[in-house]
């Protein structure tokens, strides 16, 4: 069962109902199965839509305060996850990289945008 926020959202929404319901099936099950990052480039591929397509749906989400947005920093060397910011502000704060025993700048570093689900808001059906 969806919360009122998310039947919220489609009632506002009605065209992109049925895609936002994909799309709430999809956090739901990634959250069940431990993901705590919704990305939507991986959400694009699992639902047959455009990067872009996921983007807004997200957006629309987060919009809501049903996800949150926040920005995942990689060590473009390692891969590693260095931190996990919330405001692209803070992007310029690069951490200190443990698996290079070094301090990047931003040109070492990946950013990649990812939705985080708000507590309880897209509770498991």
């Known amino acids: ?15 992109l109902a049925e895609m936002l ?17 919704i990305l939507p480039k991986l959400a694009a591929a699992k639902l047959g839509l455009s990067d872009g397509e996921a ?9 809501e305060d049903i996800l949150h947005r926040v920005y995942n920093l990689y060590c473009r060397e390692t891969k590693v996850l260095l931190a996990t910011v919330d405001d692209a502000r803070c992007l310029d704060k690069v951490p200190w990289c443990d698996e290079c025993d070094a301090e990047h700048d931003l040109r070492d570093l990946r950013v990649e945008v990812a939705f985080v689900p708000r507590d309880g808001v897209l509770a498991a059906a």
Do not use: C, H, T, W
């Open 1 to 15: 069962m969806s919360s009122p926020k998310f039947e919220r959202v489609k009632r506002r929404n009605p065209r």
């Open 21 to 37: 319901d994909r799309l709430g099936a999809y956090i739901r099950a990634q959250n069940s199965a431990g993901q705590k990052f």
């Open 55 to 63: 983007f807004v749906l997200l957006e629309i989400l987060a919009s």
